[in-house]
């Protein structure tokens, strides 16, 4: 009887864990990211007409963290490539998080927590990313390269400007090619080791995020416990990552943090996904002063699509803190900045940006307003920054 009872157990035990691999990812990131559910958009003609000859550019995704393949289109979370072809974005930056602390918020969190072990494992990662966030961050690029491998003519990952500039004009003949660019979310990933960058950059990374969620050992969040400003392995890392033309991005870093970056930078820094203060006040997004020297110092700030970075979520709430970014910081320095499949709830995907186009055009935004916002300058960005 009780050898009846183990192995029943055991059964359920096996059932279960089969079950969780089998479809639990996919449900665990159709519960993190959420579209609202809506009545298909209404684009006017005028809109669908302008939007059709933009070239689209996010400074801002986490799809790589989750477990589908890009090249599919997805029933569930906000980009892949076809909804990406659908929106008419021609530049995506892909970021990989390393390290996800339990009790998220946007106050104060530890760093001795991570659910991502857990999803690492889950998602059938190779066992060198259970205990490695380094090995994190090179698998989910291991991820884009093979996505790009499959489909050459659909995505292709650049690294150098020469590549943006081949990618460009090859989009002129073939509107299907998405180009890529691959971001990291959090230098925790570098484990501390400075060489590790150089191993970062190797594997196509070109923009970095100083922390994510905590204080890490480069220098504090905004979202830690201390929120101090860089150590003195983060003034290498930042000298090491000029050195290589990796983009800095001061989202989620600690104020002290974007003051001492912006006190040592000799290049232009991004804050790749965010709102502002003026529509939107919390602890989630800079000081407007903070945003200006940024700006003022030729960098871009990525205007967020989720509740935390805009407040109004709605497709004329995001386009209102577009519009007080634009008043704020000047419209050479705006950018759309999704966070995308970030464990965020939106009201459009990828596939659907015309709406925002629409929004744009409705609050008064003039043609070339829209496309500098919607692409213009993230393309001009990377072209004067990238190596
Ligand atoms: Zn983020």
Request: a negative charge.
């Amino acid at each position: 009887m009780l050898r009846k009872i183990l192995w029943g157990t055991a059964g359920l035990v096996t059932l279960a864990a089969g079950a969780a691999l089998v479809w639990g990812p996919g449900y665990l990131e159709s519960g993190l990211n959420r579209v609202v559910p809506h009545e298909p958009y209404t684009i006017s003609a005028g809109a669908r007409a302008l939007h059709d000859t933009l070239a689209l550019a996010d400074l801002h995704s986490d799809t790589l963290l989750w477990d589908r393949d890009v090249l599919d289109r997805a029933s569930r979370g906000h980009v892949d490539v076809p909804r990406l072809q659908e929106g008419n974005v021609a530049i995506q930056v892909f970021s990989v998080v390393t390290k996800v602390p339990s009790g998220l918020n946007y106050d104060n969190n530890a760093a001795d927590s991570d659910q991502l072990t857990m999803g690492a494992v889950l998602q059938m990662w190779p066992p060198r990313t259970w205990a490695s966030l380094y090995e994190r961050a090179l698998f989910q690029s291991h991820k884009l390269h093979v996505a790009e491998d499959a489909a050459p003519d659909q995505l292709r990952i650049v690294r150098t400007r020469a590549d943006l500039e081949r990618a460009i004009s090859d989009q002129a003949g073939n509107p299907r090619l998405v180009a890529a660019l691959l971001a990291i979310e959090g230098a925790h990933a570098l484990e501390g080791k400075l060489e590790n960058i150089q191993g970062l950059y190797d594997a196509g990374f070109r923009m970095i995020g100083i922390t994510h969620f905590f204080d890490n050992e480069l220098g504090g969040s905004m979202h830690g416990i201390g929120k101090g400003g860089l150590t003195e392995f983060g003034r290498a890392a930042v000298r090491e990552m000029e050195r290589l033309n990796i983009t800095i991005d001061l989202a989620h870093a600690s104020p002290a943090v974007v003051d001492d970056v912006l006190a040592m930078a000799t290049r232009p820094v991004v804050v790749s996904h965010t709102g502002v203060q003026a529509v939107c006040s919390n602890n989630r997004n800079l000081s407007d002063d903070r945003m200006k020297r940024i700006a003022e110092g030729g960098g871009l700030i990525g205007i967020g699509y989720w509740q935390g970075a805009v407040c109004d979520f709605t497709p004329a709430g995001v386009v209102k803190a577009l519009r007080a970014a634009i008043t704020l910081v000047g419209i050479e320095h705006v950018a759309l900045g999704s966070d995308y499949d970030g464990a965020t709830e939106v009201h459009f995907d990828t596939a659907e940006l015309a709406i925002l186009t629409e929004e744009m055009l409705a609050q008064g935004l003039t043609e070339d307003e829209i496309r500098k916002v919607s692409g213009e300058n993230v393309r001009n960005f990377l072209l004067k920054n990238l190596p």
